[in-house]
């Protein structure tokens, strides 16, 4: 009598099932790219002729232009405040352990939390509020929008800091101490050297969290600031510019690049470590 052995692998239906779904989520993705080809004006299928004046339209449109700079400066501002905030909140979670970092904890997460048109109205009124004082933080302006971002974005750099903080083994830190280096030093030579991903992890997260965010920045802006999202936003309520799907097609193509991009630094990086591995044997 033969007993089949339980395995952990998917059978085919599972597979078939799995492959279906993601299909299907990705077939409106995938009717974008022949859209962005379009000679029209408006949203359509190209009907024969297929045409680049979308795509040349985003480098010479100054209106385009000028979103994607304003979004790239405010997406890598966002990006080094919320990983240097990230990094030392982090590090102070893990060298003190008290009650008063748990409330901390969770006072930093509460934007993570929170609706993200809750948090568009508080802010909103915020920039309402100090406008008058302070206007390059108050509504519409370019620091009223990196503060916000900088709110919204730092949690989830915090939680990507944390994980690879907690591969870290304190007997590193330990020995360090004890071979007599200060806090500072078995900081910058044990600590963040061992987290190094999980900080470029934590500086991509905020950089797309910002990049992308839309509900807030329509909230807390006007006319003197706009975004790419909020561009996009304009384009589909007034005339539904075909330029919008060619933007799509082109942060579609640069997410799957950085996704395989990843994977193939992942890939190559275990085989030079077992290659290693296996030369010292």
Do not use: C
């Not at 008063?100 to 993570?112: G, H, K, N, R, Y």
């Amino acid at each position: 009598m033969r007993i089949s052995k339980a395995t952990d692998q998917p059978g085919w239906l599972s597979k078939a099932i799995a492959i279906l779904t993601m299909l299907f989520l990705s077939l409106p993705l995938i009717a974008i790219v022949p859209v962005s080809f379009t000679s029209k004006r408006y949203l359509s299928m190209p009907d024969g002729i297929w045409s680049v004046r979308h795509y040349a339209s985003l480098f010479t449109n100054p209106v385009w232009l000028d979103s994607i700079k304003t979004s790239l400066m405010i997406g890598v501002i966002v990006a080094i405040i919320s990983t240097t905030l990230a990094v030392l909140f982090g590090l102070g979670l893990w060298y003190v352990r008290s009650k008063l970092t748990i409330i901390l904890s969770a006072i930093v997460f509460v934007p993570m939390l929170m609706p993200p048109v809750v948090s568009a109205i508080i802010l909103y009124f915020f920039g309402i509020k100090v406008s008058g004082l302070l206007p390059f933080i108050g509504f519409d302006s370019v620091g009223g929008v990196i503060i916000a971002h900088v709110l919204l974005a730092t949690p989830f750099s915090l939680v990507s800091f944390l994980v690879a903080l907690s591969r870290v083994d304190r007997k590193l830190d330990m020995a360090a101490r004890a071979l007599g280096a200060t806090l500072s030093q078995s900081i910058m030579y044990i600590i963040l050297p061992n987290t190094k991903f999980g900080i470029i992890t934590a500086a991509l997260m905020a950089f797309i969290l910002s990049w992308e965010e839309i509900t807030v920045t329509l909230f807390i802006t006007s006319a003197s600031v706009v975004t790419l999202p909020r561009e996009m936003w304009n384009g589909m309520r007034d005339n539904v510019d075909p330029a919008i799907a060619a933007i799509s097609s082109i942060l579609i193509v640069f997410t799957i690049g950085a996704i395989l991009g990843r994977d193939l630094f992942v890939a190559a990086r275990t085989f030079r470590s077992g290659k290693r591995l296996a030369n010292t044997r």
